[in-house]
């Protein structure tokens, strides 16, 4: 029997952070969220969506991803005669771009999926562990006594790795003061998020004095051909992020030389199965990868977590406990063991949404019935 169509509730949600998160482009002191629950015959499935209110680091924003969903995605799927994962994919091939719309949507359809088969999506993607080492991801702090002791407590709690987020006027500094006073053993990242230009060559130059794990995106993310001459002059490895949106632009950017190494999020390249796709690329040409994160709610982080799993991850993930970021999730917590998060087991994302929980922190819920539905919109032609 094929797989019906019921309904989708797209939650909007806006949960408090324990503490203000700063990057070069934003200060967030709140998670505001997509959530996309799809019940297919009698299955919910759910998906995080990691737009943002505004188009700040994404071209795709929440308000626009909701439309999209309404207006045209829901009316595709619900047509298709049979609704399934590998047709959903085929299907939003008609949907130009929009890889966060398009993770989610895969990703309650998906989850549902593996639901009804009983399979664990760390299963489904290929998962070779059943914990995996995490690290912990910092925001600009307003001083260096601050992040000094912000990066002992996250030591102590036992993460693997620290990455600090950086700008110009704010790198040097700080990354040399951590260096400092944790010593050359530990491992130590710098997140740059498109912050500088080609005119700062001679300046990042100077990063490599700080033995580096590596420099994740300083330029921006279209400019592949300036980060494959910066890996040419600079011994520090050059991580690549927000320049690979899928399979095409992670191919691209490794034959150009431009990685040493790829951030896979799945929600930036389109979902779980696109995420596989370049960690086997990479994989293959010897290019080591790893997961971050966007300060998911417990369903992203679940999602994340099976596919950090995968044997081509090969440094700690910005995944996290979930008190990294919230006092209280909408799905059980997250414990930090031994610099460790467990991978779920369970079917599909294998977590199990708080209902009241997330009624607390929903802003507004629309409905989508599939007798609701309008006719899917005509093709372009």
């Given at each position: 029997m094929a797989a019906a169509?019921?309904?989708?509730?797209?939650?909007?949600?806006?949960?408090?952070?324990?503490?203000?998160?700063?990057?070069?482009?934003?200060?967030?002191?709140?998670?505001?969220?997509?959530?996309?629950?799809?019940?297919?015959?009698?299955?919910?499935?759910?998906?995080?969506?990691?737009?943002?209110?505004e188009p700040l680091y994404y071209a795709e924003y929440i308000g626009g991803v909701a439309d999209l969903l309404t207006t045209r995605v829901l009316p595709m799927i619900g047509a298709l005669p049979r609704l399934t994962s590998a047709a959903v994919a085929q299907c939003l091939t008609g949907v130009p771009g929009n890889p966060l719309l398009k993770a989610v949507v895969s990703g309650a359809v998906l989850d549902a999926e593996l639901k009804r088969a009983a399979m664990p999506l760390a299963d489904f993607l290929g998962a070779t562990r059943s914990e995996v080492p995490v690290g912990v991801s910092i925001g600009i702090q307003p001083d260096i006594g601050t992040l000094l002791t912000s990066v002992e407590g996250y030591l102590a709690e036992g993460y693997q790795r620290v990455k600090l987020k950086i700008r110009p006027g704010a790198d040097l500094e700080p990354l040399r003061a951590v260096r400092r006073a944790f010593g050359d053993d530990l491992a130590l990242q710098a997140d740059a998020n498109q912050a500088y230009t080609t005119a700062d060559v001679t300046h990042l130059r100077r990063f490599d004095e700080l033995g580096l794990q590596m420099l994740e995106q300083p330029f921006p993310a279209e400019q592949l051909l300036a980060h494959a001459r910066l890996t040419e002059v600079i011994d520090t490895p050059v991580c690549l992020d927000e320049s690979v949106t899928g399979p095409d632009s992670a191919a691209t950017a490794l034959a150009l030389g431009a990685a040493s190494i790829v951030n896979i999020k799945p929600a930036r390249v389109g979902g779980y199965p696109a995420?596989?796709?370049?960690?086997?690329?990479?994989?293959?040409?010897?290019?080591?990868?790893?997961?971050?994160?966007?300060?998911?709610?417990?369903?992203?982080?679940?999602?994340?977590?099976?596919?950090?799993?995968?044997?081509?991850?090969?440094?700690?993930?910005?995944?996290?406990?979930?008190?990294?970021?919230?006092?209280?999730?909408?799905?059980?917590?997250?414990?930090?063991?031994?610099?460790?998060?467990?991978?779920?087991?369970?079917?599909?994302?294998?977590?199990?949404?708080?209902?009241?929980?997330?009624?607390?922190?929903?802003?507004?819920?629309?409905?989508?019935?599939?007798?609701?539905?309008?006719?899917?919109?005509?093709?372009h032609q």
């Open positions: 169509f019921e309904f989708a509730r797209i939650h909007r949600l806006r949960m408090p952070l324990v503490t203000p998160f700063r990057t070069s482009m934003a200060t967030e002191t709140h998670r505001e969220l997509l959530l996309l629950q799809l019940r297919v015959d009698g299955v919910d499935g759910w998906a995080e969506c990691a737009a943002d209110p995420a596989r796709a370049i960690h086997d690329l990479c994989r293959s040409q010897g290019v080591p990868v790893w997961c971050g994160g966007v300060l998911e709610s417990g369903v992203g982080r679940a999602g994340n977590l099976a596919l950090a799993a995968l044997p081509g991850f090969t440094f700690p993930g910005d995944i996290s406990a979930t008190r990294r970021y919230f006092a209280e999730d909408i799905t059980a917590a997250f414990e930090l063991t031994d610099g460790h998060l467990t991978v779920p087991t369970g079917p599909g994302l294998g977590v199990s949404v708080d209902l009241e929980a997330l009624r607390r922190f929903t802003v507004s819920t629309t409905e989508v019935t599939a007798s609701s539905l309008p006719a899917p919109s005509p093709a």
